[in-house]
């Protein structure tokens, strides 16, 4: 199969095999970036992490790297640091509830970039094999138009018909190829979903305001200590 018969093919589909081929190629750009873009990501996401497990307290005092300053991480970090894009009034710390709510309304803005483009090899996944079958029927309506004339026999007709097929495995094949990509890409997006979610419960742990409002004073303490109870 060489690639003067793969072009006569394709003329003979009307267009079809062009069009998947087009497929191809938006799917495989797809695959490349998101791919590329998203491991970057979790590489980063998994560097922050141990960067905090390092620290104790006082995690917003942490020098992020230059190269990591532009993960979706790194906006849970301007979020402790009351960054003025964060927080209406960043000189008045945050603390319980209201810290936690903060850094659900960063990871929520940073979640549709996650899974950017990732509707296009969907789309793709789904409308190769459609188009596949519909190049088939082309074909078979091409092959079968042969009989009309009785210097043609049947060899000709089952030729047509295994050409037409070409259509089908093309689809077929551009669908499986972006199926196993499109959950690998599914997987490392609720990956770095996780990792989010993961370093905002070790910043919310690591933040003093949380821990001193978690922990009562010692003057409360002392007088719960000395009321009785009440029966």
Known sequence: MNISYLVELANESGGILYLMLV???VALTVIIERTRHLGSMEKGGAKLINMVKKEANHAEQIDLPKKLSHLPHARLFNVLRHDASTSSTPSVPLSGEALIG???EAIMHEVPALDRSLWVL????TLAPLLGLFGTIIGMF???HVLGDAQNGAAQVT???AEALVSTACGLLIAMIGLVFFNAL???VRIVLHQLETL???LVNRHPNTVAAATPPVSAQVE??????RA
Request: charged content about 20%; overall charge positive; glycine content about 8%.
């Open 200 to 202: 905002k419960i070790m």
């Open 23 to 25: 497929l191809l190629l």
């Open 142 to 144: 091409n092959a079968f």
């Open 186 to 188: 599914h997987n490392r």
């Open 122 to 125: 969907d789309t793709v996944i």
């Open 224 to 229: 719960l200590i000395r009321t009785p109870a």
């Open 159 to 161: 030729g047509g018909i």
């Open 102 to 104: 903060h850094l659900e």
